[in-house]
């Protein structure tokens, strides 16, 4: 096994990429007037980083890159406890240095406004893309983090076919902003949510706690269902 630190160094590159990819195509290229990618192409790029970057990384660290998924792997009892902060700072360093990196490229565009813009923030009531409520946010994010956790954990059981993990997890993050674009901008990931948030300030940080709290609740439920149904009885 890898050391702690070269660990949190593959969690910060992985959750680096994830938020470039996945918050890069929001910003730079969904609402392109001729070249426009449309939620579709978001939900798309946010899959494939975290496909690709399991790929790459995943045998190195495990390939969270999300605070949710790592808190819900240890209460499933696949990671150890005591590696959760280092894991998570790692993470948060690496969607903050994302974000700051995107702010840098998109700022090169004649008139762009990094707050106007939402700069691809979670948000709720009036900075949901379709205006949906504080409940309606707090139980989608909990609701599909818990089915993104699920899914993980089935993934990567030791019964699973092996080698194979990235392509589900991946598809399920895809299919998650299929649905909770128009919701949320979709979270269910903290670290996701904290870099944007914190070059959006003012409401983007106001509201970042839900983005901290449902996923994590999610993924803590799916651990424990986890537990439950995936129990080998034999």
């Not at 790592?70 to 240095?97: C, D, N, S």
Request: contains cysteine; hydrophobic residues 55%; neutral net charge.
């Amino acid at each position: 096994m890898s050391s702690l630190p070269k660990r949190c160094t593959a969690e910060l590159i992985g959750t680096f990429w994830l938020v470039l990819g996945g918050c890069g195509s929001a910003v730079l290229a969904a609402g392109f007037p001729e070249l426009g990618i449309g939620f579709a192409g978001v939900a798309l790029a946010f899959g494939l980083t975290v496909l690709t970057m399991a790929y790459a990384v995943g045998h190195i660290s495990g390939g969270h890159f999300n605070p949710a998924v790592t808190v819900g792997l240890a209460v499933g009892g696949r990671f150890p406890g005591r590696e959760i902060v280092p894991y998570i700072v790692a993470q948060v360093i690496g969607a903050v240095l994302a974000a700051a990196v995107l702010a840098w490229i998109a700022s090169g565009k004649p008139g762009f406004d990094l707050v106007a813009s939402g700069f691809a923030a979670n948000g709720y009531g009036e900075h949901s893309p379709g205006q949906y409520s504080l409940v309606a946010a707090l139980v989608c994010e909990v609701v599909l983090t818990f089915g993104f956790l699920f899914v993980i954990l089935g993934a990567t059981d030791k019964r699973a076919p092996a080698g194979f993990a990235p392509i589900p997890i991946g598809l399920a993050l895809t299919l998650i902003h299929l649905i909770s674009i128009p919701v949320t901008n979709t979270s269910v990931n903290p670290a996701r949510s904290t870099g944007p948030a914190l070059f959006v300030g003012g409401w983007a940080i106001e509201q970042l706690w839900l983005f901290w709290v449902a996923p994590i609740v999610g993924a803590i439920l799916a651990a424990l269902a986890y537990r439950c149904v995936g129990r080998d009885d034999s």
